[in-house]
């Protein structure tokens, strides 16, 4: 959730413009064969200039990057093999299919069919999940009872025909065997009960439907997996190495390496915790010992930051050959995705996978639970309480409780009362002033007055929960002690936060990763963020810093602080470049960014977007109409920006950056599909209980999603429909998180309120605790050293390998359900798309001489 403005005036005019339409018949299975004609390339209205880097370029890292000069079409990864063919029943109708959805979404909240992207169209899915919910507890309930109802119940779940495919399974078993000889190796003691399907169209649908449904997934992984290789985020292993079996080049596996840290070696085994510098980080301020200046030049064209190698001539021929992201292709690649989504045959296949993720876990639980409480239970000194967890989605300017916040006030009001806190009218006010004029003393503030908690009056009322940021519902309170730049500087804010960091610091095993404020209304905001974390030496190694960027332009814009949406993206990113070519320009900046691990994008999704971002939307110095450009449109340009700033901060050996938006907590559902291609990981993703095709990708791609089920419930999603345990037992990579203790949480630790409620309200045990926790430390922006600490020096590998119970206290056996479910998957993918392959080639070359 957030806010950081108080501007939530929806403008509802423009909605009369998009009239709902029809959807024609976009699926069409008929055709499924692919003979379509391939997409020409779209949009005739405007020529961009090149924005491609050219193939001669020089990667600084020397690695190879998916974008070359060959323009690839859209959808159609240019990494892929030309004997394989992705094309669908959907080619040469993104365009119209992504626009007619676009519409349709705009007048959605009228209407109360279901939307496209859900499944089955004609009864709600909730309903439907909740009865086969119920039904399979009722199940679990009778086995435990009756030991043989068990293999009913199985063969019920796993359609598995015992007798006739007795033999089968012991096929598929030895079978496994091989597919898995190194895991059977270590395994020991770590044997447990598997459930495998077998037999013929064992996915359940006819194999040319299997066929379409995985020639999309796996093109829509493609896309992700180039947009997030181009900009040096990080991409799920397991998927990439089964993707690069369909493609003729290795993919760009460099970026999972990262820049070499120390190892942690094996003698460090038994030590979880990171060696502690013994410097603070923000001593060394010299700009002399800062790294030197490498003297380039950057400006931004149409809305992307563009490198010159030298400051005076900043022209073509001096740009320094980076991969400047293409909007051309991204709007195709957008178009192809939501397509995807839509498509019934597909949407459908992804329905039923989902659904069998979670019967198959079902079954797990009831055959292994004993085994992974068994193990958690052997090892020695670990429990739920000393894992490492990271709260994965916070905002620094709610991250204390309310009592917490009440009792420094009171302190402050003691402290410091003559203290010129505020300027109003020309005239300085004292901590004193400000609240003789609001009638109040010390003594009067209770937790009562200070109205700081979310209650049932905001549910669905983004507007009243942004005024309960205000304490006692007085601007001028957030201003002087939530804010870190006022007439103070921050001072206020500075120390709670350090309040707050010590707690964890004395707690040991919480982190949190906070979300802190830049606008984009001036040049000066980051330096000013970065002297304030400066001087009050506002650090903690349980702490890094997210930067959160609120989609107020519209606001801005009104006020004339803006004129265009282009000098917006200037000024949030001009310093960064600035900073990266020379660190002694902003020396202060240079040190605070080392601790930054992401942007964030931030705002109430559910306001209404009139505007469909295509290639007739205005660019961003264009921008300069009342109305808030789209998130898509947000997203996109911080995407750009940010894989460009990637590219020159690796070349000097800096830190790189993350995207990590607010994605999918209301609105559109275009939100995740943006989310889907550009960003690392997102924040809530309610909407995907929504879309199965959307969730069956976040899956394959495993990308995380922090959830926060008390924030949910009291703006959004009732804590009882919240899919976060579907999810997990599906096995998308979630983690719990608190969003805003100081709204939402009673307790001095926020975090383990959230973990203790979401275990008593849904039955979690202690592994699917620790296996969230697992997952938080994995998503988070911590580095790949102190990751080595938390989860073990061989985290990074895959399945039960990369997991080390002595620290995470997650069973091997769960990691290794997990991915070898993971692996079946894409295994069924992958299998379909090479079988059709080897008969298309069979059939071409006997019937011409290749393909064209
Ligand atoms: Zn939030």
């Known amino acids: 959730m957030n806010r950081d403005s108080g501007s939530t005036t929806a403008k509802q005019s423009a909605l009369a413009q998009n009239q709902p339409e029809k959807m024609s018949s976009n699926t069409n299975p008929g055709a499924a064969t692919g003979h379509v004609a391939k997409p020409k390339p779209l949009s005739p209205f405007r020529k961009r200039g090149s ?53 349709r979404s705009i007048a959605e909240s009228d209407m109360l069919l279901s939307a496209p992207y859900e499944f089955p169209e004609d009864s709600p899915i909730e309903q439907l999940e909740e009865r086969r919910q119920r039904l399979e507890r009722q199940i679990s309930q009778d086995v435990k009872l009756e030991p ?7 063969q019920e779940f796993m359609k598995t025909d015992s007798a ?45 439907d299997l066929l379409d449904a995985a020639k999309c997934v796996v093109k829509a992984l493609f896309i992700r997996e180039k947009y997030i290789g181009l900009s040096m985020q990080s991409f799920c292993r397991t998927t990439a190495r089964y993707l690069e079996e369909l493609s003729d080049r290795p993919l760009d596996m460099g970026i999972y390496e990262e820049i070499p840290e120390t190892s942690v070696t094996a003698d460090l085994d ?26 380039y030049g950057c400006k931004m064209v149409d809305g992307v930051i563009h490198i010159y190698t030298n400051k005076d001539t900043m022209e073509k021929s001096t740009e320094l050959e980076l991969p400047y992201p293409d909007l051309q292709e991204y709007i195709a690649d957008m178009n192809v995705m939501t397509a995807l989504i839509i498509n019934g045959p597909v949407k459908s296949f992804c329905y039923r996978r989902l659904q069998y993720l979670s019967s198959k876990f079902q079954m797990h639980i009831l055959l292994n639970e004993m085994k992974e409480l068994a193990a958690q239970k052997k090892v020695p000194h670990r429990d739920f309480y000393n894992i490492r967890k990271v709260d994965t989605h916070i905002h620094a300017s709610s991250c204390m409780n309310q ?33 003789e004029t609001m009638n109040l003393t010390a003594f009067d503030l209770s937790v009562d007055t200070l109205d700081m908690h979310a209650d049932r009056n905001t549910f669905h009322r983004f507007d009243k929960f942004n005024s309960k940021y205000n304490p006692i519902g007085e601007s001028i309170l957030r201003e002087i002690f939530i804010k870190t730049d006022n007439h103070v500087e921050g001072k206020y804010f500075g120390h709670i ?8 610091e004395e707690s040991k095993y919480q982190n949190v990763e906070l979300r802190l404020s830049i606008y984009g209304r001036s040049r000066d ?105 789209p998130y898509s449109y947000y997203l996109y340009y911080m995407y750009a920006n940010m894989t460009v700033l990637n590219h020159l901060r690796r070349q000097r050996g800096f830190n790189t950056l993350v995207l990590r938006p607010h994605c999918g907590e209301a609105g559109p559902i275009h939100h995740l599909v943006s989310g889907f291609m550009l960003s690392e990981n997102i924040s809530h993703g309610l909407l995907l209980r929504k879309a199965p095709v959307l969730q069956y990708l976040y899956y394959l791609a495993q990308i995380g999603i922090a959830m926060s089920p008390l924030s949910n419930n009291s703006l959004f999603l009732s804590y009882h429909r919240n899919p976060l345990p579907e999810y ?6 979630v983690s719990l998180s608190t969003d805003d203790p100081l709204q939402f949480h009673f307790t001095k630790e926020p975090l383990m309120e959230e973990y203790s409620i979401a275990a008593q309200v849904w039955k979690l045990s202690s592994c699917d605790m620790c296996e969230l926790a697992r997952n938080s430390v994995l998503m988070s922006g911590f580095s790949h050293k102190v990751k080595s600490y938390w989860l073990g020096p061989h985290y990074i590998q895959e399945g039960q390998e990369g997991n080390d119970i002595r620290r995470t206290n997650v069973p091997d056996i769960r990691v290794a359900y997990r991915h070898e479910t993971m692996c079946e998957e894409l295994n069924l993918i992958t299998q379909a798309i090479r079988t059709d392959e080897l008969e298309t080639i069979t059939e071409e070359g006997s019937l011409c001489m290749g393909p064209m």
Request: hydrophobic share 35%; net charge negative.
């Open 51 to 103: 924005l491609q880097y050219s193939a001669s370029t020089v990667d600084p890292r020397g690695s190879r990057h998916l974008l070359t000069s060959q323009h690839s079409l859209p959808g159609i990864p240019v990494a892929l093999k030309q004997t394989i063919d992705l094309r669908t029943s959907m080619d040469g109708k993104y365009k119209e299919i992504a626009e007619e959805l676009f519409s």
């Open 148 to 154: 043989d109802i068990l293999l009913r119940a199985k």
């Open 164 to 208: 006739t495919d007795l033999e089968y399974m012991k096929e598929q078993s030895q079978a496994f065997m091989d597919l898995y000889p190194k895991e059977m190796e270590r395994e020991g003691e770590n044997e447990y009960q598997r459930v495998s399907i077998s037999g013929e169209e064992k996915c359940g649908v006819p194999f040319t």
């Open 270 to 295: 038994q030590t979880v915790h990171p060696p502690v510098s013994a410097t603070h980080p923000y001593e060394n301020q010299d700009p002399a010992s800062m790294p030197s200046d490498v003297g």
């Open 403 to 435: 009592k917490h916040l009440l009792r420094f006030i009171k302190r402050a009001m003691k402290k410091y009362p003559g203290e010129i806190v505020h300027v109003e009218k020309g005239k300085g006010q004292t901590l004193m002033e400000v609240f």
């Open 497 to 504: 936060i350090k309040e707050v960091m010590a707690d964890l």
């Open 525 to 629: 905001e980051w330096d000013k963020l970065a002297q304030w974390a400066v001087k009050h030496q506002v650090y903690s190694n349980n702490v890094r810093w997210l930067v959160q960027v609120p989609r107020l332009f519209d606001v801005y814009h009104t006020k004339k602080q803006l004129s265009n949406f282009q000098e917006l993206l200037e000024n949030i990113f001009l310093p960064l470049f600035e900073v990266s070519i020379n660190p002694a320009s902003h020396p202060e900046l240079h040190l605070f960014l080392q601790h930054v691990v992401g942007f964030d994008s931030v705002d109430d999704e559910s306001k209404p977007e009139h505007h469909c971002f295509n290639m007739d939307s205005p660019l961003p110095a264009n921008w300069v109409e009342e109305q808030n450009p």
């Open 728 to 733: 997990l037992s599906r096995g998308l990579m």
